[in-house]
Nanobody, 118 residues
Framework: QVQLVESGGGLVQAGGSLRVSCAAS????????MGWYRQAPGKQRELVAL???????NSADSVKGRFTISRDNAKNMIHLQMNSLKPEDTAVYYC????????????WGQGTQVTVSS
């Protein structure tokens, strides 16, 4: 079992930066992958970025060059640094951990709201 707690959301103006973090309840070294998803009102949840235990990262085309995912194994945390934010980045951001063989994530956080004003 892993509990995930997100933090760092808030209100920011367009063009600004924000960092959201996810703290895991246990050592994340053995977790095969962790990621960030987001869900805007009326839209489906979408993958923003993921990072594997080996450090491989992948991100959605819409955030490439603006968002960076990283992991801190010593603190059992992952972060999402978001720069050049746009109003369309407004969403609830969720942390996810541990993908099964089907690619589904076993654990989810409660989410943190990110609002970008124009």
């Amino acid at each position: 079992q892993v509990q995930l707690v997100e933090s760092g959301g808030g209100l920011v103006q367009a063009g600004g930066s924000l960092r959201v973090s996810c703290a895991a309840s246990r050592n994340i070294v053995s977790i095969n992958a962790m990621g960030w998803y987001r869900q805007a009102p009326g839209k489906q949840r979408e993958l923003v970025a993921l990072i594997t235990s080996g450090g491989f990262t992948n991100s959605a085309d819409s955030v490439k060059g603006r968002f960076t995912i990283s992991r801190d194994n010593a603190k059992n945390m992952i972060h999402l640094q978001m720069n050049s934010l746009k109003p369309e980045d407004t969403a609830v951001y969720y942390c996810a951990a541990d993908r099964d063989s089907s690619g589904r994530w076993r654990y989810w956080g409660q989410g943190t709201q990110v609002t970008v004003s124009s």
